[in-house]
């Protein structure tokens, strides 16, 4: 049973940074594309980013979504069968809870499409407040 643990959210000012971490567990990291989502209070959920599995070309992709690609970088770890987002030059309007979720293809194909991702995580939150 794959099982994904969100870590590293909290509370950070303006223009400051936090890493988000999710924990896999349950599975061969190198078979899933990962996704990152964030869900603010009152708003629909949304995606962030999607890294590609590059289990078979060797080099991962990662793909971002809306204002967050010039500030957020996703990574993965496949020996420590861990994913990554960094955060920085956070603003009040990143206030949300984080999640990450497997893809539904290692190439991230779609990846705006929320509902085709699985085995989602719990969250954490992050507060970005003076």
């Known amino acids: 049973q794959v099982q994904l643990v969100e870590s590293g959210g909290g509370l950070v000012q303006p223009g400051g940074s936090l890493r988000l971490s999710c924990a896999v567990s349950?599975?061969?990291?190198?078979?899933?594309?990962f996704g990152w989502f964030r869900q603010a209070p009152g708003k629909e959920r949304e995606v962030i980013s999607c890294i590609t599995s590059g289990k078979y070309s060797g080099e991962v992709t990662p793909y971002y979504m809306g204002d967050v690609k010039d500030r957020f970088t996703v990574s993965r770890d496949n020996a420590n069968n861990a994913v990554y987002l960094d955060m920085t030059s956070l603003k009040p309007e990143d206030t949300a809870d984080y999640y990450c979720?497997?893809?539904?293809?290692?190439?991230?194909?779609?990846?705006?499409?929320?509902?085709?991702?699985?085995?989602w995580g719990q969250g954490t939150r992050v507060t970005v407040s003076s």
């Open positions: 349950g599975a061969t990291l190198e078979d899933y594309s």
């Open positions: 979720a497997t893809g539904q293809y290692r190439s991230c194909s779609g990846f705006a499409y929320i509902p085709s991702y699985s085995n």
